[in-house]
């Protein structure tokens, strides 16, 4: 069973910085490939980024290439999403997600576990 929970979300001025954790009870944890997503009100849900099982090959959506980081520490089963430089088009509920499968994937259908989401919202 893999119950995801994200942390970390708030407010904050454009130009700062937020660090959101996902944390997952499950034991298979270092084996899914683990990915964020976002959704602004209005917006379809897209794709953040996406780390491998290994940590060692992530992806980055254009949006964010640059500024956010993904990680993840498989010891204590949590990923991480470093975001740096925010501007106001980045508000949104950011999700944390997991998919059966070693490669990594930008489909948010491929995905199989989503957490409940964590609301990031920056001011200008």
């Known amino acids: 069973q893999v119950q995801l929970v994200e942390s970390g979300g708030g407010l904050v001025q454009a130009g700062g910085s937020l660090r959101l954790s996902c944390a997952d009870s499950?034991?298979?944890?270092?084996?899914?490939?683990m990915g964020w997503f976002r959704q602004a009100p209005g917006k379809e849900r897209e794709f953040v980024a996406a780390i491998r099982w290994s940590g060692i090959t992530t992806y980055y959506g254009d949006s964010v290439k640059g500024r956010f980081t993904i990680s993840r520490d498989n010891a204590k089963n949590t990923v991480y999403l470093q975001m740096n430089s925010l501007k106001p088009e980045d508000s949104a509920v950011y999700y944390c997600a997991a998919a059966r499968t070693r490669m990594v994937v930008t489909d948010q259908s491929k995905y199989d576990y989503w957490g409940q989401g964590t609301q990031v919202t920056v001011s200008s």
């Open positions: 499950g034991r298979t944890f270092n084996s899914y490939t």
